[in-house]
């Protein structure tokens, strides 16, 4: 793109834009917005929360994923962030984290919709068999790469609602079409506690490279 058009893209017209580098050519910019702002103006912005609570494995997850997201249309479903919040606590130091992967390509999971809530005010979706995004609990995967993230949690404390945390994960992870985001949690028992947990992602008209 020639400095010309740099300018119009940026400015609308013919200004002059000052353009900075520093001594290894390292272009420096300056944000005027507060960061995601653009791409929540966008509107597709969207946060999930599982709706029903669940215990926590004690070991590395395999092959079943508490939450999937399988992306059924053409676009990237690109992750910001990633969060988790304890509804039943327990006199045990827990310990929480969560773990998630990006599959391979593979079938669409059986639906168990979770909604899809807006990040800039639109109208929530709840998922079916054919949308965009569709949503499955507890379903049968096959492994590829589960990873750690975050630091995880812990407290004493009774059966009460108790802590939470969300990840940046700031497009770290994304979900071509034809594949799924899957998440798990761990702690240290697995009974004497029980946890929501969720994403949030924006649509982005992108494809990943061959």
Not at 20 to 34: E, H, S, W
Not at 107 to 112: G, R, S
Not at 185 to 206: K, L
């Amino acid at each position: 793109m020639g400095i010309q058009k740099f300018k119009q893209f940026f400015t609308g017209g013919n200004e002059e834009v000052a353009v900075g580098a520093d001594n290894q050519k390292n272009q420096l910019i300056a944000g005027g917005n507060p960061s995601y702002m653009e791409v929540r103006r966008r509107g597709e912005g969207y946060n999930v929360l599982t709706s029903a609570a669940f215990a926590a494995l004690t070991a590395v997850p395999t092959t079943v994923t508490r939450l999937e997201m399988y992306n059924n249309g053409s676009r990237l479903a690109v992750v910001s962030d990633l969060h988790l919040w304890r509804l039943i606590g327990s006199a045990v130091g827990l310990g929480e984290n969560i773990w998630a992967m990006v599959t391979t390509a593979k079938a669409i999971p059986a639906l168990t919709a979770q909604t899809l809530f807006s990040m800039s005010g639109k109208p929530s979706i709840v998922p079916t068999a054919t949308s965009e995004m569709v949503t499955g609990i507890g379903t049968t995967i096959i492994a590829n790469g589960w990873q750690a993230y975050g630091v995880g949690a812990a407290y004493l404390g009774a059966t009460t609602p108790g802590t939470g945390f969300h990840v940046p994960i700031d497009g770290k992870l994304i979900i071509p079409p034809g594949t799924s985001l899957c998440l798990q949690v761990t702690a240290s028992v697995t009974t004497a506690a029980a946890f929501h947990m969720g994403v949030t992602f924006d649509w982005v008209n992108a494809t990943v490279e061959a």
